[in-house]
């Protein structure tokens, strides 16, 4: 009955990210800016101009990804987690992860409400692009901007919390067996999943630099939002590398130590090893557990998924490059 009440929890709280909402935000948002005119052929002089070009076509996009990112984050996370406990039969049920989560998200929004409007009006200030010539394309484009920059922050807010969680909960030195690094599948699958997330977002960043000169504040903001992603998507990587190689140092050592023991013992007179059954069986049981040992992995993450990372992480600049070299193919054909 409890297994049963558990899971009724889990299904009510967990559910697939709904895209109707992001998609149909992203195609309102399009069509609100080639209605008030975004999309009207701007002067190549017109810095200002060139940019709400760029905006009335990215904002409504990339706030739609966002919101279905966030959504997406959340729900790998429930999905996660639960695997991982299952698997590890811990005894926090995965219904008070899910209400944790959730309320932790509610959290997270409201910081992000408070962080987005300050961070929103301040890059548009810096920019010059603040409505303050009262054009109904620049308000419109100023009231786009903001649950941009919220839903900006919130990824980010997510992005850090589900990370620290997973440490703090579930990677400690006690919870971390040294044969048991299959149990952490789930969680290799979390920050797999996460980085391709995080990979999806980046990749959409250059549709706000098409047919203009990249502002040096927005090389800064992407140069830091990347690092920062590197550092927390793989954290949990490399604390487990570290408590597995720490347990294997360790393991050995110890068997090191009984190889010694074992033979610094004397046995009766000019007795030789090979003239001790028992100690011969010692002897192949401390081999054989030294070579059980040395062959553990000490990464959670095995070769496909590496691949798979290195190929995410490359696609970055890759589709940056490809996005330069077709503007400038349509450039030249236009």
């Not at 603040?130 to 484009?141: C, G, S």
Request: charged share 20%; aromatic share 12%; net charge positive.
């Amino acid at each position: 009955m409890e297994s049963v009440a558990r899971n009724k929890g889990i299904q009510k709280h967990v559910s697939l990210p709904n895209w109707f909402g992001p998609f149909l935000y992203a195609i309102l948002g399009v069509t609100g800016s080639y209605l008030l005119g975004a999309f009207d052929t701007p002067n190549p002089e017109d810095a200002k101009l060139a940019k709400e070009f760029n905006a009335g076509f990215a904002l409504p996009i990339f706030t739609g990804l966002l919101w279905f990112i966030n959504a997406t984050m959340l729900q790998r996370a429930y999905f996660c987690l639960d695997n991982f406990m299952q698997n590890n039969l811990d005894k926090v049920y995965s219904v008070d992860v899910v209400n944790m989560l959730r309320n932790r998200f509610k959290i997270n929004l409201k910081i992000s409400v408070g962080l987005g409007v300050a961070s929103g009006i301040t890059y548009m200030l810096f920019e010059g692009v603040l409505a303050t010539d009262l054009r109904m394309v620049a308000i419109y484009l100023n009231l786009m901007a903001i649950p941009f920059w919220v839903l900006t922050f919130l990824f980010m807010l997510q992005l850090f919390y589900v990370t620290r969680y997973v440490i703090k909960h579930f990677l400690s030195v006690e919870k971390i067996d040294l044969f048991g690094i299959k149990k952490l599948t789930p969680i290799s699958d979390l920050v797999i999943s996460n980085t391709v997330l995080s990979a999806i977002s980046l990749a959409f960043v250059p549709l706000f630099w098409i047919g203009r000169e990249i502002p040096q504040l927005d090389k800064l903001i992407v140069a830091t939002v990347f690092i920062l992603f590197a550092l927390f998507l793989f954290w949990p990587v490399v604390r487990v590398q570290r408590i597995i190689a720490r347990k294997k140092r360790l393991a050995i050592s110890r068997i090191n130590q009984s190889f010694h023991l074992l033979f610094d013992r004397k046995i009766g007179e000019n007795r030789r090893l090979t003239d001790d059954p028992e100690r011969l069986r010692k002897l192949s049981a401390l081999i054989s557990a030294k070579q059980e040992i040395s062959e553990v992995s000490e990464w959670p993450i095995d070769l496909p998924q590496s691949i798979k990372g290195i190929l995410i992480c490359f696609s970055i600049p890759f589709s940056w490059i490809a996005g330069s070299l077709v503007e400038t193919l349509v450039s030249k054909f236009l």
